[in-house]
């Protein structure tokens, strides 16, 4: 097993409560995985599992394959690692939670992949699911990419209940057992630092379609370039969204005026008003579409879908409403962890902006957000590891019309202050940082709540 994080330690839980002998393999030393260590501890007291549980940490060597049976490959773990490329050459299984769970799990399955969008569309999916089955003695779970993973939970899973599962492009990059349903909900450049070209990130998301069925429904965004490109590779059936109508029969949901419309391929059904979405944003729209047409071809009622949608308040993190103080609205999108992501938050206000920007960079384009931070931006707040990266773009895309006035904190609590202090009545002050948390957070969960707490205490 490598990789000692939140997938690789369920899956190892999985495997030892079945007997097997599990190595967990990470790079962190001793000292640093002394707390996830305890933790395995303790789990292995309380239950006694028959398998037995043994570590490797601080590197990787290739006598860890020997009398080897299965490689599992956390989500973070790059395919080239040379342990992985020599358990290739040595014909060792590859494998990870989410294609295990697959081959496992009995219920159906729908699946949500996507460079933006996908953990709101999930949390959506999972509600309308949930609404749908009230009242009977089914069950809807949510998970993967979002949350827990499930691999620990498919023996509970019956044959009548419903999975709504995440699936990052790590994930799907070794899956050739997927979803029944499932949508690609756009592909833009994003974890270019792992995949190593937009070739291979895209690759990997086209695994989610790539082994359907010919019954199979494979849903994506008929305006977004890179998920449309996907079609050709759909072996069963498929549905498409945008804002404007694809052509063809093929069943597809858009808008018009301010309905969202579902088209079967014969007859249009108005379904929502947009003004009914309680999401801030047009990339939000875009995720309602997504859901109402997975729940469509999963066959959940038209009135389900409509009032389940019609009441979804939003995800943590995701351009989360915080407080208002003394005029200023804070809101959280701490979620935000490429700047693609952050230009769809700063398009979601109409309002003066303070944008909090920075944490550690992803070897992503930043010049488009900084255009865009130019013209709708009155002070940009740089702060972690990408604000010296992200400082000298923005300069660069300077111009005589610029309304920004940037600073720079060396981290997050700093960048609050400095918003704090700037931010006048009327403004919006905008966490959207447009790089990962890792330099100073475990996850963007952990800044997100971090940046509430200490919203909370200005006074």
């Not at 007291?45 to 549980?53: E, H, V």
């Not at 909900?185 to 974890?191: A, D, E, G, R, V």
């Not at 660069?396 to 202090?421: F, G, M």
């Not at 475990?442 to 200005?458: L, T």
């Amino acid at each position: 097993m490598i990789g000692a994080a939140r997938q690789g330690l369920a899956l190892a839980r999985f495997f030892l409560e079945r007997g097997a002998d599990v190595i967990l393999n990470d790079r962190s030393d001793s000292a640093a995985m002394q707390p996830v260590i305890d933790q395995m501890t303790a789990w292995q007291l309380a239950r006694q599992p028959q398998g037995t549980l043994s570590w490797h940490l601080g590197s990787h060597p290739l006598e860890l394959l020997e009398n080897l049976d299965m490689l599992c490959v956390s989500g973070g773990v790059p395919l080239n690692l040379p342990l992985i490329e020599e358990a290739i050459r040595r014909h060792i299984p590859l494998t990870n939670d989410s294609e295990l769970f697959m081959q496992f799990v009995q219920g159906q399955v729908i699946g949500i992949s996507g460079s933006a969008g996908k953990t709101t569309t999930t949390a959506l999916m999972g509600k309308i699911v949930s609404d749908a089955l009230e009242n009977t003695n089914r069950k809807v779970w949510v998970g993967g990419n979002i949350g827990m993973p499930l691999i620990e939970q498919v023996e509970d899973i019956r044959p009548e209940d419903v999975v709504v599962l995440e699936l990052s492009s790590f994930q799907l990059e070794l899956m050739k057992t997927v979803p029944s349903v499932a949508a690609i909900l756009n592909i833009t450049p994003n974890h270019l630092d792992r995949h190593g070209s937009m070739e291979a990130y895209t690759a990997a998301k086209a695994n989610l379609f790539r082994w359907q069925k010919a019954d199979d429904w494979a849903i994506i965004n008929h305006e977004d370039m890179g998920a449309n490109a996907l079609r050709t590779i759909i072996p069963g059936r498929w549905a498409s969204f945008g804002f404007r109508r694809s052509p063809g029969v093929h069943p597809q949901v858009y808008q018009s005026s301010d309905q969202l419309l579902l088209s079967n391929g014969i007859q249009e059904t108005e379904i929502l008003n947009i003004n009914e979405i309680l999401l801030r944003g047009r990339h939000n729209i875009q995720n309602v579409m997504a859901a109402l047409l997975l729940a469509y071809c999963s066959q959940i009622s038209l009135d389900r879908i409509h009032d389940s949608i019609a009441s979804f308040t939003g995800v943590p993190h995701r351009l989360e409403f915080v407080r208002e103080h003394k005029g200023v609205q804070w809101y959280n999108d701490s979620i935000a962890t490429t700047p693609e992501r952050s230009m769809a938050a700063i398009r979601s206000f109409s309002e003066p902006l303070v944008l909090l920007l920075g944490g550690r960079d992803k070897d992503l384009p930043w010049e488009h957000l900084a255009n865009l931070v130019h013209r709708r931006v009155h002070d940009v707040i740089l702060f972690g590891e990408a604000a010296h990266l992200i400082e000298p773009i923005l300069r660069r895309a300077h111009s005589a019309t610029s309304l920004v006035k940037i600073h720079t904190c060396p981290a997050l609590q700093e960048a609050v202050a400095c918003a704090a202090s700037v931010a006048q009545a009327g403004d919006v002050v905008l966490l959207s940082p447009g790089g990962t948390s890792f330099d100073e957070f475990k996850d963007f969960a952990e800044r997100g709540e971090r940046f509430k707490q200490w919203v909370q205490q200005i006074s």
